[in-house]
Every structure is written in C-alpha cells, then in structure tokens.
C-alpha cells in the first residue's frame, strides 16, 4: 500500500478538524428573459390572471435564475399589484403554475410615511434579487424611485427597504433593514453656448452611486447574518476629460450614524 505523505497526513487532519467548509452567504440574482414573448406570447394576461387583482399587464417583468435553477423557474414582478411570484412553466403544455406568491401591496415603504399614499413623484419596485437575512430566511428589496427635473439636466434617486418573504399571511409586512440608499443618478447642464459645446471637454456635472453588500456570518448560531454595505460614487465634473471622473467608496453598517448622501442629494 502506497504511503501517505505527511504533509497530506497533516492536510486531512486539518480538514477533518475544521469540519465542512460553509459556502458563504450570497444573494440570489434574477436576470430579465429578454424576449418573454417566445416563451408565452400571452404572458402577461396569464400571468396577470394569477395575481392579485387589479393587476396591470404592463407592468410585469419575467426574469430567470443567473446562477442554476431548473430550465422551468421563473420570478415575477409586478408593480401593480406591487407583488413577487415565483413560477414554474411546463414545457409540454405551455402552462403556468404558481409555486410561491409574495403580496406587497399593502406594504407601506420608508418613504411613504409622510407623503399622501398616491404620491405620483414616489415610485414603487420591486428589484429582482434575494437577498440572505439568515439561514434559510430572505427579503426583496422594496425600491423606491425619485426623479427630478430641471433645465438643463435631472436627477433619480433609488433608496430600499429590505422585506422578508415569510411574514405570515394576514400580518403587515415590516421591513428587517429601511432606507438604504440603493442607486442614483444625476446630470446638470454646464455649457450654454455653440461656443462651450465644441470646445468642452464635458459639458455636465455627472454623477452616479450604486449599493454593495457583503453578508457575515452571524454572530450566534441561528442568528441574523450582518450586513455590510458599500456605497460605490463616482463624480464627472464639468469641463474635464475623462481622467476627471473620481470614484469613491464609502463603508457603512446598520449601526451607522449617517449613511452616504446620494448624488449629493435626495437621500439621507
């Protein structure tokens, strides 16, 4: 019998000590099915017909798992009624069937609190991501979109309250994490004349910012996993190259006393 080295004995009672190695938590990413049409011409009344009613056909989006799922999973999002479903479709007969119905229409966001409830400058989304609070426990994020406009340019501004999917029907949802910021844009006109456009390097103050999370283990076993979240800026000023657009990065917790202003606005 061939000896093991000791160095391999040394490695599998590492190993073996150690235990398993656990994957670490990540979030579960949907991408949009870019032509539902060839896969359902009749999409969207039949997957209106198995949500919540009123539903708005045109504000559905079909999305399937970026990393594994079975050829038949699908995630719905609807915004009218705001609701997540996820479907399972039979290859033999074309039909749909409901496997798991989330209901946020009555959720009230972060957002919402202190405006009139049909705030038509306030939109709401939901965004195609799970996202790991615990083991075996996840929420969506519940978007929230401002836009302004203004001459010369305009601003959007997405902040998030992260839902859990298990609250027990007939209960209110309640966010586990609100007011993130989550995604903004904003672009202001700087040149005003034939002259400035032909001879400007850039003719806007542009900038942009997007959320990250990193998830931790929790601090006991059983136990919420921490979040960390990275706020990724960067900042195009007017009348440079592109050289002059700076990145910047900005760490922050639950526990933090601010989070990052957005876009130098909207979001606190």
């Not at 009123?54 to 719905?76: E, F, I, N, S, T």
């Not at 910021?181 to 806007?204: G, L, M, N």
């Amino acid at each position: 019998m061939k000896k093991l080295p000791l160095a391999g004995i040394v490695g599998l009672l590492v190993s073996w000590l150690a235990g398993p190695v656990l994957a670490a938590p990540a979030a579960q990413v949907f991408v949009a099915v870019k032509t539902p049409e060839a896969v359902d011409a009749m999409w969207r009344a039949h997957l209106c017909a198995l949500l919540p009613q009123p539903c708005d056909a045109q504000a559905l989006k079909l999305h399937r798992p970026r990393d594994g799922g079975a050829p038949d999973d699908y995630l719905l999002t609807s915004e009218k009624p705001l609701a997540m479903a996820r479907l399972k479709r039979d290859a033999g007969t074309g039909g749909w069937q409901l496997a798991q119905l989330h209901d946020f229409s009555t959720y009230v966001a972060s957002q919402q609190r202190d405006r009139p409830s049909t705030d038509p400058e306030l939109h709401l989304a939901l965004a195609p991501v799970l996202y790991p609070l615990a083991e075996g426990r996840w929420a969506v994020a519940v978007t929230q979109h401002e836009s302004e406009s203004y001459s010369g340019g305009g601003a959007s501004y997405v902040t998030a309250d992260f839902v859990p999917l298990d609250t027990p029907p007939g209960q209110r949802a309640k966010a586990a994490r609100e007011g993130i910021p989550y995604w903004c844009s904003r672009s202001i006109r700087a040149c005003f004349s034939e002259k400035e456009y032909k001879t400007s390097k850039h003719c806007h103050d542009e900038s942009r910012g997007s959320l990250r999370i990193a998830y931790d283990a929790p601090a006991k076993a059983g136990g919420p996993y921490v979040w960390r979240y990275t706020w990724l800026q960067s900042e195009w000023p007017a009348h440079t190259g592109p050289a002059g657009n700076k990145r910047t990065s900005v760490d922050f917790t639950d526990d933090s006393a601010q989070k990052p202003t957005a876009c130098d606005g909207g979001l606190q």
